[in-house]
């Protein structure tokens, strides 16, 4: 009774010791992920804390807050000029301000027409950019009574003593405009006209887009008091609409707008400021009063080690924050705050690579909600202090990780020796020229080594027998081809005897066709043998290619007087080390096939291309295409893709086998590909 052996793999082997490696790193993420837990805890905590602090410093002061107690919701937003705008109707300048645009759109139906709207402000301007979507773009031609029949927008307002102002930008062409007011003047006859007055203080540049156009627009801080709005007449061949910011009473009113206010930004500053901390002051309908501080931080010079980033979760530096420079906060948070709650959220970044937790509480006034603070920081503060932990385990466990490492070598030293006797076998037992003159030794190893050992053993055993069979296939062939001859020249002897002299040549034909064929086939596989050794003895000379390619197409047209032929070439001169009669005997195959495989209305084309100090040569003909799965293989001996027999005789698919034996001759790499949509094929050989 034989005990059955048991099989160890390479996989298990490397297994039972990986086992021991797991251990170690499995306890250092166990204690990293209960620390991560109290951290998160902990920041959470620290954020209701510091929002608590801040709303506590803002409660029960109503006039920060004047716009809780306004029953308009629709103001407009003005954020706070970072960088110079340059008034060229581009959207270069507003790229950190772009993505907090208010979107207004026509209430009429099947109406696309909207416009975008955002305003910045230094100490001096009001910064306007208006990207307007429309499908027809109508400029203005003022007519004699001055009055607007284009595209326009009017900016409405109300200046510092509350005078209600109506400022029009109607551009004519793409570029500057000049806006203009219309003013009441009494004519001789003390009659009310309208005069169109046009304005110098406030600039204005139109550019068109592909999907409209955009208007950028400068205003003088002093001429707008607290409430602005904008109105945009579409004038369309077919239709006229109207878009404005505040509906239909925008003529009449416009909203109230809206800044950040400084007397709350210098509370926050001094209440809760600190490093990757930013502080947010909403007021009732979650419109942003003020903001201080970001959510960047510096990290340590070791912050970034390439060790701790492979076993924790990546921590960046820069990430995109999609709230900086927001004018609103719609948060589940910031929701419940503005009820009344204290509550907290976990979200990630846009790119993912920051996690971001926030806290928001409400501010009161006479048991009223009037506002809301919310606190953000992202968690990599505590991707930081993990690193530093990690830093202490890994030092600890340095040594246990050397034991292991000497281990694993030990055993890839046993491996890495096998396997380079193996090698150097294998190697040994094939000759120069492929044949195989012995066996390796077959290992009685149960795992991968011993079984790759035993199929190498087992390949090269077949590889000897089919060599064998190699050796004696061209005698096997060569009898094969010749008993046929044999019996056509019998026929024919026999066939001497026949009395009707019609019918004895009538079977002379056909005999003397089938050997024919019959000695075609043998030249043919004789062809390849024949051309190796013509190689050895052939010489070289240098030819210009053109002219050398022009004679031959030259003949190739009256071969084949009824395809033709076009070759084209570089004017500049080329010249080939060849040997005429095999460089013409290449040609003659790559011919002779795209003859074959040709639609005779179209031209077979023999293309000259310099490529970077190459030649490359093209055999284009337009027909049926081949298969992709025969392209590598199209150059083989004895590879066909013919799918009848040609009555030209026998084809044994060594024709282009011989083109490339002569290219490689020449130092030439010869290819084929097929043409875009299947239209043809092109056989490239590049010198």
Not at 161 to 184: C, H, M, T
Not at 548 to 561: E, I, M, S, T, W
Not at 573 to 602: C, P, T, W
Not at 658 to 684: M, P, R, T
Request: with cysteine; proline share 2%; glycine share 6%.
């Amino acid at each position: 009774m034989s005990s059955k052996k048991i099989r160890f793999s390479l996989r298990s082997k490397l297994m039972l010791l990986s086992i021991a490696v797991l251990i170690i790193p499995y306890m250092g993420y166990d204690y990293l992920r209960q620390m991560e837990s109290y951290l998160r805890d902990n920041l959470q905590a620290s954020l209701v804390d510091t929002a608590y602090a801040v709303a506590g410093a803002l409660n029960n002061k109503p006039l920060l807050f004047d716009t809780s107690f306004d029953q308009e919701e629709n103001n407009l937003y003005v954020h706070r000029l970072n960088n110079t705008v340059q008034l060229d109707g581009y959207t270069d300048d507003w790229e950190s301000y772009i993505d907090w645009s208010d979107t207004y759109r026509s209430d009429l139906k099947n109406n696309q027409d909207s416009f975008k709207l955002i305003i910045s402000k230094d100490e001096h301007y009001y910064y306007v950019l208006i990207q307007v979507i429309d499908d027809e773009l109508i400029y203005s031609t003022l007519d004699q009574s001055e009055r607007i029949n284009g595209d326009h927008f009017v900016l409405v307002y109300r200046d510092q003593y509350q005078r209600l102002q109506k400022d029009y930008f109607s551009p004519s062409s793409p570029g500057l405009i000049r806006p203009f007011r219309y003013e009441v003047d009494l004519d001789a006859y003390g009659v009310e006209v309208l005069n169109k007055k046009n304005l110098t203080n406030t600039s204005a540049v139109w550019q068109t887009t592909e999907a409209g156009y955009n208007i950028e627009i400068n205003i003088p801080a002093y001429l707008i008091g607290q409430r602005m709005g904008f109105v945009f007449n579409d004038i369309d061949k077919t239709k006229k609409s109207s878009i404005s910011t505040f509906g239909k009473d925008t003529y009449d009113e416009p909203g109230r707008v809206i800044s950040s206010s400084r007397r709350i930004e210098s509370i926050i500053s001094i209440q809760g400021r600190s490093e990757g901390r930013r502080i947010w002051v909403l007021d009732k309908s979650a419109q942003v009063l003020a903001s201080d501080g970001s959510l960047r931080r510096i990290f340590p010079d070791n912050a970034f080690n390439i060790i701790y980033t492979l076993l924790l979760p990546p921590a960046y530096d820069f990430f995109k924050d999609d709230l900086a420079g927001a004018s609103r906060l719609q948060g589940a948070e910031v929701k419940d705050a503005l009820s009344g709650n204290t509550q907290t959220r976990w979200r990630s970044s846009p790119d993912g690579k920051a996690v971001i937790v926030s806290a928001a509480t409400p501010v009161w006034f006479d048991n009223q909600v009037i506002g809301a603070v919310v606190i953000e920081e992202t968690t990599n503060n505590i991707q930081i202090m993990q690193r530093q932990v990690l830093a202490g385990l890994f030092n600890k466990t340095l040594f246990i990780f050397l034991i292991i490492v000497f281990l694993l070598l030990l055993f890839a030293s046993r491996l890495s020796s096998r396997l380079i006797k193996l090698n150097r076998e294998t190697t040994e037992v094939i000759d120069e020229y492929g044949k195989v003159k012995g066996n390796i030794s077959v290992s009685t190893s149960s795992d991968e080594i011993g079984e790759l050992s035993r199929s190498f053993s087992n390949m090269l055993e077949r590889l000897q027998q089919y060599h064998i069979y190699l050796e004696g296939m061209a005698s096997r062939l060569s009898h094969e081809l010749r008993t046929p001859m044999a019996i056509v020249k019998s026929s024919l002897e026999r066939l001497q005897s026949e009395q009707d002299e019609e019918s004895r040549k009538e079977i002379l034909n056909a005999a003397d066709t089938g050997l024919q064929r019959l000695q075609t086939l043998l030249t043919r596989l004789s062809e390849a043998a024949r051309l190796e050794q013509a190689l050895q003895e052939a010489e070289k000379e240098e030819v210009n290619i053109k002219e050398f390619l022009q004679q031959c197409v030259d003949g190739y047209r009256l071969a084949y007087p009824e395809q033709a032929f076009n070759l084209s070439f570089t004017e500049k001169k080329q010249n080939l080390k060849i040997n005429r009669d095999l460089f013409f005997q290449m040609l003659d195959k790559l011919i002779s096939n795209a003859v074959d495989f040709s639609y005779g209305e179209k031209d077979i084309l023999i293309n000259i291309v310099d490529i970077s100090g190459s030649v490359k040569i093209e055999v284009i003909n337009f027909g049926s295409g081949l298969p992709e799965d025969m392209l590598d293989e199209l150059f083989n001996s004895m590879v066909s893709v013919r799918n009848e027999r040609s009555e030209a005789g026998p084809h044994l698919g060594l024709g282009l086998f011989v083109a490339k034996l002569i290219a490689e001759f020449h130092d030439g790499k010869i290819s084929a590909s097929n043409l875009k949509n299947n239209e043809g094929v092109c056989i490239s050989i590049v010198f």
